[in-house]
């Protein structure tokens, strides 16, 4: 028999194999991870010691937990992106510091009043962008004014609200295996994003809808129950961000979120999911929101200036708009 047809079926070439290896986000997170870390190191002598990663590590389940909802945003399509969770984060951090006040038996209810006003915001943003039909970035823009003039209002410009003492030991202190609780907790919340995205109904509804939503609403799927409810997730998932970052500071104050809007679309895109909606996955995520904190702790280190740090992330995501954004998500 000719051998002219064994070239189609030919296993892929060990170069091949290690090209679409290098092509994988994650793939390429894990290695600036790694390249950061040896970076760090040669250029501070202690940047990659133990104690150091954990601290490191905390700083990113803070931007990870906030960006666990604008991925879910994303991946429902339809453009979708939360501009509003730097300022529910501020909401967030400011209603749970009030309710606990420094007091520890508070700390529960202070946790479900943060994240269900949140959630609540959040629902009214996936109720504009599918009932009202206002587009994504404009709608949560305008959320993110209103939140930020509503604390403004509230807190009178001054920090307002204290995290109580058992909340601040579970955020930076050591709990179990030298690692902070909040740590765990982060693992928790990416085992219930995988269970979610892969292992649910919900999650099928997520990809699909994303991939082709009028395909979806063809054969049945609930597209703007979904859409309302992922930016709900959005917002319930800041809320949860401002619990841990008052937790971690003490203290909140009206623009302490501000900082983790940007960060946390850059994370999601460096974790390889699609702008266009219907690929890509928590995991993805995670790594993305390691490698910037630790892209901003080397800027740090090398003493770059606050407003050469935002460039830089500016920079980043335009490039990675370059890169994924005209990426058409797979279709059902």
Request: glycine residues 14%; positive net charge.
């Amino acid at each position: 028999m000719s051998n002219g047809m064994t070239s189609d079926t030919a296993a892929p070439s060990p170069a091949g194999r290690a090209v679409a290896l290098l092509r994988d986000p994650l793939t390429l997170a894990l290695v600036a991870i790694a390249v950061m870390l040896g970076l760090g190191e040669l250029l501070s002598p202690g940047f990659a010691r133990g104690d150091q990663i954990v601290r490191l590590l905390t700083v990113a389940a803070l931007l990870g937990i906030a960006a666990a909802g604008q991925n879910l945003v994303i991946l429902a399509g339809g453009a979708g992106i939360d501009l509003s969770i730097g300022a529910l984060i501020s909401f967030g951090a400011v209603v749970a510091g009030n309710v606990m006040n420094g007091v520890d038996a508070a700390i529960l209810p202070a946790i479900l009043a943060a994240i269900a006003v949140t959630f609540l915001f959040g629902c009214v943003n996936g109720i504009g962008v599918t009932l009202i039909r206002i587009p994504p970035i404009v709608m949560t823009l305008g959320m993110m004014a209103v939140v930020q003039g509503g604390l403004v209002v509230f807190s009178q410009g001054i920090p307002s609200g204290n995290a109580a003492p058992a909340l601040m030991q579970f955020i930076n202190q050591p709990a179990l295996f030298g690692l902070p609780g909040v740590l765990f907790a982060w693992l928790a919340l990416c085992l219930a994003m995988v269970i979610l995205l892969k292992r649910s109904a919900l999650g099928f509804a997520i990809y699909a809808i994303g991939a082709n939503e009028r395909a979806a609403g063809l054969v049945g799927l609930p597209v703007r129950a979904v859409r309302i409810l992922v930016f709900g997730l959005s917002g319930a998932l800041a809320g949860l961000t401002g619990v841990m970052v008052i937790g971690y500071t003490g203290n909140s104050f009206i623009s302490v979120g501000d900082q983790y809007m940007l960060p946390s679309i850059i994370a999601v895109v460096i974790g390889g999911t699609s702008l266009a909606g219907g690929s890509g996955g928590y995991i993805g995520t995670v790594a993305g929101a390691i490698a910037l904190v630790l892209l901003q702790s080397l800027l740090t280190t090398l003493h770059l200036e606050v407003w050469g740090r935002q460039f830089i992330f500016g920079a980043t995501l335009l490039v990675l708009l370059a890169m994924y954004g005209r990426q058409q998500a797979p279709r059902v």
